[in-house]
């Protein structure tokens, strides 16, 4: 006999407590059906790409003779043979399905083949024969922006302001903000620090891998079957390739697992493919990257290097800030004009910095191109202003707690360097609570203690904020649709845009429908996502997969609601104020009607049992040439206080415990809330500690699999985990009842550890300096940072002599 085992302490549920993640059960017994887990229709074939060995090359040619002669093939693929648009690119061209005379990275796709079984098209993959001319690939971004190569056209920005310099060089800005007289405020400061970090890339690592099948309909359409969050566009390039009108294709999503914004643009191209094999052989194809095979052909997060230059007076108050961020961008646009941007949003985190420069570069490199990753650039802009608080805490002999509770937004300077004001600047409260609830001050002195008497084992502690603006950057991707049926036995079935990646998107779509309907979670079913259904969707992507979809299901069911009502006040004779739908049913009076019985007499009424709805967030605007305006509709805050031991003889440490307090406005479901915070954490911190990315001097990824890139495990997740949710502050704003997004803003609250990693290694100078920490913060890096310090610190150590003489001196 089976049994369930259930994990944790929560106690059992009550009937009106929110849901369970609706495919929980699923996702852990195995259940839950993925693309490739669905049995193939008949004749179905498989695909398989030849990638490039070469990160820039030209191709002089190719002979794909033997590899057509190989057993199981029935077609080979190259650019040539597409009927429509060789396109892909999420935003702006420059992401060829198929490499088409040149070569732009090493994984780029060259050509496809198409066979009876994936073991045969991965074989003959291999007897290609191409001649290519190498070239020499840009690879580093400084040096990209020094030259002038960025992935954006000269012509997408007026830039309103000279170019900052360079270390070697001057080169082009793709964007500035400003607030008021930088150079004047940095000039006139009491003290000035400068600081410059390299922030390490992510691979996305989701347990399912890239993934899409395709079918020929008997009605000259496709039906494409997708692993992507964003649907649309995968609808909007199939056709496109296939140079065939939009209705003719249908993308359908049910479930991924796991996309972190890395399935929003980079899946188009496999839907695209597969399509493109379906529609030339008449037959259904499924094409899945392999592990390695993916990690070299798709983009990751975008690595930083970010340098700064902060102006300050005596008690740690910034008075001005010039921050630069170079993003590298891979070889194509893809997202990167909008990831740029929400990192110089970020830039000022949860501070207000004073007179205020903030300048982004977009770095063309011949690596794959990067995409979006939870939080879409904004971890890596507000990595700076984290250091430089760390930096200036050090300079001046205090805690640096201090330090940032002095920078933090109030009610009297709540204006970004953007010029959006904040309306609910919760940060303070929130911070002062965490620092009572986690017992901050005596852990401090506790810890500042141990590390007096402890040679080799140092520990370090470190509280820091999070601030993050909810809403797509980009104007016109902050809409969404919903379509609501009521079927004649009272059972409902919702289809929304939002895709659902694990992060329990459909359980609160379902609770919102119920309760707007009056009725039990259970009679609400999701379908799969479907551009049939619901067209021109947004991704589910920059948290605001709840914001938009939920609010459009809402509407949907606003309108059911009204109809119902204004039905069975006719029905029942009775004025519409003396009903309402709650409990299940109909209150009518002092009479009630089940649901299943109120449906059934509104059917035998012709009452319309289906309705569509609509969503578009309000209030958002930012003007590029000014970079000026309100591109989010709020934020949401947070804070997290870790604790590090480290080792300082061989870099290895442990994270000890963390503290977390999580503003969430009024949760639409606490649990899933709770399991998206310490997931995005755990995320965040492998990011920050072990996730490393390494390639070869000619651009290839030497890092493509579990055996070489180290995401964080079970072991790595702190001993010691304690989650809150900031309760009593619902948002100020008007969404889903509420509540606030919760899915990126987590993940920035890991810098919290590589903030403690700093704090343990600058204790072997008695705090009195700053080291410097690239991340990922590998043990290698964290032995390597302990030994430049304490070099430093004998560097600097007066030599027997002088101190003689000082000694002399007093007396």
């Given at each position: ?59 002089l040619h190719m002979d794909l003779s033997a590899v057509r002669c190989q057993p199981g093939v029935i077609d080979v693929i190259t650019a040539a043979d597409i009927p429509g ?462 914001d938009l979809n939920a609010m459009a299901a809402r509407d949907a069911a606003i309108t059911l609601r009204e109809r119902l009502v204004d039905f069975a006040a006719d029905w ?137 890139y180290k995401i964080p495990a079970c072991g790595d997740a702190p001993r010691d985990f304690r989650v809150a949710l900031l309760e009593g502050h619902p948002n100020s704003q ?78």
């Amino acid at each position: 006999m089976r049994k369930l085992i259930q994990f944790g302490s929560l106690p059992p549920a009550k009937a009106d407590t929110a849901p369970g993640h609706d495919s929980a059960i699923g996702h852990v017994t195995g259940l839950a059906a993925y693309i490739d887990d669905l049995p193939g229709p008949k004749g179905m074939h498989h695909l398989a790409v030849g990638l490039s060995p070469h990160a820039s090359a030209r191709l002089l040619h190719m002979d794909l003779s033997a590899v057509r002669c190989q057993p199981g093939v029935i077609d080979v693929i190259t650019a040539a043979d597409i009927p429509g648009h060789n396109e892909v690119g999420a935003v702006y061209p420059g992401d060829p399905l198929l490499a088409e005379n040149e070569v732009r990275y090493a994984g780029q796709m060259v050509f496809a083949v198409v066979a009876d079984t994936l073991y045969h098209a991965r074989c003959a993959v291999a007897h290609a024969l191409i001649d290519y001319q190498l070239q020499p690939p840009a690879l580093d971004p400084v040096a990209s922006i020094r030259d002038g190569l960025t992935v954006l056209p000269e012509h997408i920005h007026e830039r309103p302001l000279p170019p900052p310099a360079l270390d070697r060089g001057a080169a082009m800005s793709d964007d500035i903000q400003t607030s008021g007289n930088v150079d004047h405020a940095l000039e006139k400061a009491a003290h000035v620090l400068e600081g410059e970090q390299f922030i390490g890339g992510q691979e996305h690592f989701y347990l399912e891998g890239q993934i899409a099948q395709a079918e020929a309909l008997d009605d000259n359409g496709l039906r494409v079957l997708t692993s992507s969050q964003h649907p649309s566009e995968v609808q909007k390039l199939v056709a496109e390739v296939l140079a065939m009108p939009l209705h003719a294709i249908v993308a359908e999503v049910r479930r991924m697992g796991g996309g972190f914004g890395g399935k929003e643009s980079q899946a188009a191209a496999l839907g695209a493919m597969a399509a493109l094999a379906a529609h030339r052989n008449g037959c259904a194809v499924r094409f899945r990257l392999p592990r390695a095979d993916d990690m070299q052909a798709t983009g990751k997060r975008h690595p930083f290097h970010n340098r700064y230059r902060v102006g300050f007076d005596d008690t740690g108050r910034l008075t001005g800030a010039d921050i630069t961020l170079i993003g590298n961008c891979g070889h194509s646009p893809d997202l990167s004009e909008g990831v740029v941007d929400r990192a110089m949003f970020h830039a000022d985190n949860a501070y207000y910095l004073g007179d205020a420069r903030v300048t982004g570069h977009r770095a063309m490199t011949h690596t794959a191109s990067n995409t979006a990753f939870r939080g879409f650039g904004g971890p890596q802009g507000m990595m700076p202003i984290e250091g430089a608080m760390d930096d200036i805490a050090r300079s001046l002999g205090v805690d640096p707690l201090d330090v940032r509770k002095r920078n933090l937004y109030d009610n009297e300077r709540c204006e970004t360097h953007y010029g959006q004001q904040i309306d609910q600047p919760l940060i303070k409260e929130l911070i002062e609570t965490l620092e009572a609830s986690s017992d901050y001050r005596t852990r401090r002195r506790d810890i500042t203690a141990f590390n007096a008497k402890s040679p080799i084992i140092r520990k370090g502690l470190a509280l820091t904020p999070v601030k993050f603006g909810i809403s797509f950057t980009a104007q016109h991707l902050n809409q969404a649709g919903a379509l609501l049926m009521i079927y004649t036995d009272g059972s409902v079935l919702v289809n929304h845009g939002g895709t659902e990646m694990g992060q329990g998107l459909h359980t609160k779509v379902c609770q919102v429908v119920a309760r707007e309907l009056g009725i039990a979670y259970h009679r609400v079913r999701i379908s799969a996502t479907r551009t049939d259904k619901v067209p021109n969707t947004s991704p589910t992507a920059a948290s605001s997969g709840a914001d938009l979809n939920a609010m459009a299901a809402r509407d949907a069911a606003i309108t059911l609601r009204e109809r119902l009502v204004d039905f069975a006040a006719d029905w029942q004779a009775l004025k519409r104020e003396q009903l309402r739908l709650e409990a299940d049913g109909l209150l009518a009076g002092k009479a009630r009607i089940e649901w299943p019985e109120l449906i059934q007499q509104a059917y035998l009424a012709r009452v319309s049992l289906s309705a569509t709805g609509f969503y578009a967030t309000p209030e958002i605007h930012y003007d590029r040439k000014t970079g000026r305006g309100r591109p989010f509709y709020y934020f949401a805050w947070g804070a997290a206080v870790s604790e590090v031991h480290v080792d300082t003889l061989t870099g290895e440490y442990r994270v000890a415990r963390v503290d977390i307090l999580h503003d969430v406005g009024d949760s639409l479901n606490p649990a899933i809330d709770r399991g998206q915070i310490e997931g995005g954490f755990v995320q965040g911190m492998g990011w920050l500690t072990t996730e490393e990315l390494k390639w070869d001097a000619e651009g290839h990824l030497l890092t493509t699999g579990p055996a070489t890139y180290k995401i964080p495990a079970c072991g790595d997740a702190p001993r010691d985990f304690r989650v809150a949710l900031l309760e009593g502050h619902p948002n100020s704003q008007a969404t889903i009842y509420r509540s606030k997004a919760v899915g990126e803003p987590p993940l920035m609250l890991a810098i919290s550890v590589w903030s403690a990693l700093r704090d343990a290694i600058a204790s072997l100078t008695d705090d009195r300096s700053s080291p410097r920490l690239d991340t990922p913060a590998t043990p290698e890096r964290v032995l390597m940072a302990c030994r430049a310090i304490r070099e430093a610190r004998v560097r600097s150590a007066p030599s027997p002599r002088e101190e003689a003489s000082h000694v002399m001196a007093e007396k």
